[in-house]
Each structure stands twice: as C-alpha cells, then as structure tokens.
C-alpha cells in the first residue's frame, strides 16, 4: 500500500485529466487477472471480484484525482508534478482499495457473493464523477455500498461515523452587478457597482442568520469579490462568487431564492441591473442507519481501531452522496493524522500528509463489512 500511495503522490493529476492514474489502476488489477473495465463514465475504473459461493453484490469506492496545490512537503514522495499534488488523501484511498482486491481476489473461492471495486475519477470538481460512473453502470446489481476518507485531522485507530447526514450539499452562485462607470471625481454621475455589491455581501449574512431555522444549519459564503479598476474610477460592473453548504433539501432551495430576492432588492435600490448564476453541486451524504450501525459493529473488530465515535456534520462536499441515492449504504471517516511533524495541517493544505498506517485499518474494516455484510440480519 505504501510503494503503490508514494507513486501516486509523486503522479498526481486534476480532476477530468486523470489518465495515466486510471491506467495505472486497470493495469494493476489485469495483471492480477481480475475483470476490469476502464473509461466508466469517463475515466473511472471498475473491476469485479466474483466469490465462489453465492452471495449478495458489495460496492466499495475510492476516488484518485488529485487538487491544483503546489505540494512543500519535504518528504522523498513529494509530488513531481508542478502545481498538483494529492492534498487529500486520494492517493491513500486507492492505494488501500487496489491493495484491499487483491486479498479479495486470493480469498474469492471462500468468499460470497460479489464485490465491486468502484474507483472513481474528479470528487474534487463538480459535476463529479460519480454521477457519471452510475450511469455508465457501475452499480448495476449492486446491493450496498461502503466508502471512507482517511481523515488528517483525527489520530489513527480512530473511526467516526454518523447516521443521516454526514456532509453537506456544495453549491455555488454568481452575481454580477452592473451599475454605470464613471470618474472617481464624479460619483453623483455614476452607479458604483462596488457600493452596490458591498451592501450585497452584508445583506446576504441575514440570510442564514435571520431567514434559516436555528435547528437547520446552513453557510452563505461570498469567497470573491471583483471590480478591478483604477484608483480613480468609479466600477462599472463587480462579480461576487461564493458557495451555499446546506442538509436539508428545502434550505437548499429556498436560500437558492433567497440569495436572488435579496439581490434584486438590493440593486433595485441602486438602480442597477445584475446576472445571478447558481449551480447546484454535489448533495448532501446522507448515511442509511442499518448499514451505519453495521459498520460500527466490524470497526469493533479491526485490531488497531482504538475508539470508535459519533462525528459532527462536516460542512465540506462529497459525491459519494450520489451513490447513496442508489443503493443502501454508508461513508465513515478513518484517522490519519501524521506523527512524523508536530503541525496538523489540513485537507487542501500544501503541507498536507497522511500516516500511511490508516490505509490498513481503512482496508480492514471496508474488507470486514464486505465479506460480513451477507451475513447481516
């Protein structure tokens, strides 16, 4: 699992590019002698293991695009590719899943049932792969599916599940205002669009504070703000771009009209015109109960799986929701923070890293819930 997570770490590629990283994976399962088929709704690769007793059909994912960081780390793995590196943990899921099929394959004549190994291009840019994948197929009799994410900012032998929902929907919005230019000398003779949006981006707080339910969580997030002029010119036109994270499906629809009233409210009062763009991400992961307390029940069993707790909602998206749409199933988090440094940096950071000894612990329990799942209830 090492050898294969450093190679990919040194190889990483973006999201929709990951061309190399697919063949590198179907390769490794056809020298294996393992049935696999590649281009899965674009580059995704899908192998299958069929045990030698019958049995139900278990799915279990990993995703292998990388982000476009400049990787610092000093470490001998360090990325080779300028500007993209694996600064989630991607490199680990696939090194723990290729790993995990082949045990599975040398175990196929004692096991049941069938087990499909999802590997899955682009999480990190919507639309996503996923969506794709399950339209080319790839959960075609497929009767549940397990996934997990080693998890940087909680220690090894630490597993964290939740029933429901678990991360949000990621959602963006763009919103161009267009008031009238003019000469920083002569505002009365203008319509600044940079007064017009900054009364927009506070407009927009009241929106989660004064407009969402309290029980209901939400985050209204303007992340850019650009109206590049001169110093002495009065903006013509200013573009906020931001992101809407929510759980609940009427939150998301209605904060996705609220945003547009308040925008139109707001530069009616200016007497300015504005475009408004949202784009609806990936939905919110939402865990089944019944295979959720079953995970828990073989991360119980998994020698180096020291405690086993109930997570927070995560604000941050995931296209494995998609998968759980189709089929039953659930994504848990498995800990990873490094030892080797005293920082603790985060998912997305340029100094990101893993401990590679989760990428064992994650193999064990998916590999547990697989094989123990046809005997569940």
């Not at 080693?150 to 919103?175: C, H, N, T």
């Not at 609220?258 to 504005?274: L, M, N, P, Q």
Request: glycine share 10%; charged share 25%; with cysteine.
């Amino acid at each position: 699992m090492v050898s294969i997570r450093r190679f990919l770490h040194q190889h990483p590629e973006l999201s929709f590019k990951e061309e190399k990283t697919a063949a590198y994976i179907q390769a490794y399962y056809e020298n294996l002698g393992i049935e696999v088929k590649g281009k899965v709704g674009g580059n995704g690769v899908v192998a299958k293991i069929y045990g030698g007793k019958p049995g139900k059909t278990v799915a279990l994912r990993a995703d292998f695009d990388a982000l476009p960081i400049q990787d610092e780390k000093d470490v001998p793995y360090k990325s080779l590719v300028p500007g993209v590196m694996h600064a989630c943990g991607h490199d680990g899921h696939t090194a723990t899943l290729l790993v995990l099929g082949k045990v599975l394959h040398e175990l196929k004549e004692e096991l049941e049932g069938n087990y499909v190994l999802i590997h899955q291009h682009a999480e990190e840019y919507a639309p996503g792969g996923a969506i794709s994948m399950i339209e080319d197929g790839c959960l075609d009799q497929v009767d549940v599916i397990f996934g997990t994410h080693l998890w940087a900012s909680e220690p090894v032998g630490k597993i964290q599940y939740r029933v429901g929902p678990v991360m949000a929907a990621a959602d963006r919005f763009e919103i161009t205002i267009q008031g009238k230019g003019g000469h920083g000398a002569q505002p009365h003779r203008t319509k600044d669009a940079i007064v017009t949006a900054s009364q927009l981006v506070m407009n927009l707080q009241q929106v989660v504070s004064r407009k969402v339910n309290p029980i209901d969580s939400a985050v209204v997030t303007v992340g850019s703000f650009v109206a590049d002029n001169a110093f002495n010119v009065i903006a013509d036109r200013a573009k906020l771009i931001g992101t809407v994270r929510t759980f609940n499906e009427d939150v998301r629809e209605f904060i996705e009209s609220e945003i547009e009233r308040i925008t139109k409210g707001t530069c009616y009062t200016a007497d300015s015109t504005y475009d408004y763009l949202f784009v609806k991400g990936y939905p919110a992961v939402v865990n089944h109960k019944e295979e959720t307390d079953f995970l828990i029940n073989c991360a119980e069993q998994i020698d180096g799986v020291q405690s086993i707790e109930e997570t927070e909602p995560h604000m941050g998206g995931e296209d494995f929701a998609y998968y759980l749409q189709h089929v039953k199933g659930t994504f848990f988090f498995t800990g990873a923070k490094p030892t080797y440094t005293d920082e603790n940096y985060p998912h997305h950071h340029p100094k990101f890293d893993i401990d590679e000894k989760a990428m064992l612990i994650a193999a064990k329990t998916l590999g547990t819930a697989a094989i123990q799942y046809h005997h569940k209830g």
